[in-house]
């Protein structure tokens, strides 16, 4: 099947870190750009972190930036994202998508040819 699966969510303590995965299944990830998403119940989609196809550039959302670092291995068909100094605003289910429209690029929805189901960040003490 064509999808995308994350994996690495998990409940940990404020301070803790994290690294989530993003892993291709059925199609190989060289000539997309990956974004991450994070959204909590009943509250807007926020977008978290973009790399583009090469992994060349990237950008991050002002509230995680220092703290999370975007980066991917198309030799693996894998994008990760490393949390650290994590906080407990930083709860929420994070996403995959993939896209070839460039980072810079203002998208919708319909643009990202893949989406992951999520995994659940929960930040705790």
């Known amino acids: 099947q064509l999808q995308l699966v994350e994996s690495g969510g998990d409940l940990v303590q404020p301070g803790g870190s994290l690294r989530l995965s993003c892993a291709a299944s059925?199609?190989?990830?060289?000539?997309?750009?990956i974004r991450w998403f994070r959204q909590v119940p009943w509250k807007e989609r926020e977008g978290v972190s973009c790399?583009?196809?090469?992994?060349?550039?990237?950008n991050y959302a002002d509230s995680v930036k220092g703290r999370f670092t975007i980066s991917r291995d198309n030799a693996k068909n894998t994008v990760y994202l490393t949390m650290n100094s994590l906080k407990p605003e930083d709860t929420a289910v994070y996403y995959c998508a993939a896209t070839k429209e460039y980072c810079s690029a203002y998208v919708g929805y319909w643009d990202f040819d893949y989406w992951g189901k999520g995994t659940l960040v929960t930040v705790s003490s």
């Open positions: 059925g199609f190989t990830l060289d000539h997309y750009s």
């Open positions: 790399i583009s196809s090469s992994g060349g550039s990237s």
